[in-house]
């Protein structure tokens, strides 16, 4: 539940209320929630807006997950698939984007500007096997690259994954991580 929460606005939020608290608390010649106001109040408001400034929204599901997958999720999921899943659903602090680390390896982000953005993901199956789909807009890195470091991702992301690549529209790729049963 607490990675669904913005940690930026909760500081925002509790930072400007004791804040402003402070100030009614010196008009008001309060010396006590005075202090409280100005030295948690202020820090925290602070804290707030430099969390809200690098924050990364959580990817949304495409489609709902069907029970019988959320079966076959916990029994066949990788601990690479939940961590992914996991990882890109949840609000991130400081990354540039979702996955930037692991695209930068692959040699799928040649610059900031270049770089697939994950605008989706969704849990399906696949021939018996739970299949974790990546939705990316890549509108710079055509199919023809992500084919070619199709091994290197099946390596990266193994063991235990089958990497299945397809492209849905002219920018859209969608990259399936499919256990294997191994």
């Excluded at 999921?77 to 930068?104: E, F, M, P, W």
């Excluded at 974790?132 to 509108?139: Q, R, V």
């Excluded at 390596?155 to 492209?167: E, H, M």
Aim: hydrophobic share 40%; charged share 20%.
């Amino acid at each position: 539940m607490l990675r669904q929460i913005s940690l930026g606005t909760l500081g925002l939020s509790v930072g400007g209320l004791l804040t402003i608290i402070g100030f009614v608390a010196y008009a008001a010649n309060n010396a006590t929630l005075n202090l409280v106001g100005f030295f948690y109040g202020f820090p925290l408001l602070l804290g707030g807006l430099a969390l809200k400034a690098n924050e990364l929204k959580p990817i949304p599901f495409s489609q709902p997950t069907t029970p019988s997958v959320l079966r076959l999720r916990e029994q066949q999921a990788t601990v690479t698939q939940n961590k992914i899943r996991k990882d890109i659903t949840r609000y991130c602090y400081g990354q540039d984007a979702h996955l930037d680390g692991a695209l930068s390896f692959l040699g799928l982000s040649p610059s900031d500007e270049d770089r697939p953005e994950v605008t989706g993901l969704r849990e399906t199956e696949t021939d018996g096997a739970y299949t974790l789909i990546l939705e990316f807009d890549s509108p710079a890195i055509p199919i023809s690259v992500w084919q070619e470091k199709q091994e290197k991702m099946t390596k990266y992301f193994g063991p235990g994954v089958i990497v299945q690549i397809t492209q849905v529209d002219e920018d859209e790729i969608e990259l399936a991580l499919v256990t294997d049963g191994q």
